[in-house]
């Protein structure tokens, strides 16, 4: 094993590192968990999507919600759009894989929705459609991506882009700010 763990482990700390630091990414932070806060409060879903990696980060945080995070309390409509196995799969077989985000929100997103859209690299085709197709809905939309933000800060809201090119550094992170925006959006709507 020619790479060192304690490497790879200093480099994720190095990432969280730079996160700490950058104050324009902690506000976004705070910003994404305000307009969540205010989506459910409004009687709003959060819908989330990514593929891969990140389709496993937008399932596993849309279930930190809606299921629970720290405290027992009540359900927040959250959902990662590629669960549907069936509708998966048969829009990408009937149109195409780049519309099988764009074409669920056109059904079920609505104007105060809010779309967490996360992509490494920020040029996924089909995440980018997703978000534009959020924009047309009249829904907040929330890129989630490495330094460079791609294609994506053209189009989302609130960028959250993780200082880093290193797509396992970017993932780990991702989850960190997901699991921070759960906890904010938790101790506000349900306080002890």
Do not use: W
């Not at 189009?155 to 797509?167: E, G, R």
């Amino acid at each position: 094993m020619a790479t060192d763990i304690r490497q790879l482990i200093q480099g994720s700390i190095d990432t969280k590192q730079l996160i700490l630091k950058d104050e324009l990414l902690l506000n976004a932070i705070r910003k994404a968990a305000e307009v969540s806060v205010n989506a459910f409060g409004s009687g709003n879903k959060v819908l989330f999507c990514g593929n891969g990696g990140s389709a496993a980060d937008a399932q596993h945080i849309a279930a930190e919600l809606s299921g629970r995070f720290y405290t027992d309390r009540d359900p927040l409509y959250a959902e990662a759009l590629h669960v549907n196995s069936s509708y998966m799969t048969a829009v990408a077989n009937d149109y195409s894989y780049d519309v099988v985000y764009s074409r669920m929100i056109k059904g079920s997103g609505r104007k105060g929705d809010v779309l967490f859209a996360i992509s490494t690299s920020g040029n996924s085709k089909n995440i980018i459609l997703a978000v534009e197709e959020a924009k047309k809905q009249g829904m907040i939309t929330i890129g989630m991506t490495g330094s460079s933000g791609g294609k994506m800060n053209d189009v989302c809201d609130i960028m959250l882009k993780v200082p880093s090119n290193d797509t396992p550094r970017i993932q780990e992170s991702h989850i960190l700010i997901g699991h921070i925006i759960c906890q904010l959006i938790e101790e506000t709507i349900f306080p002890k």
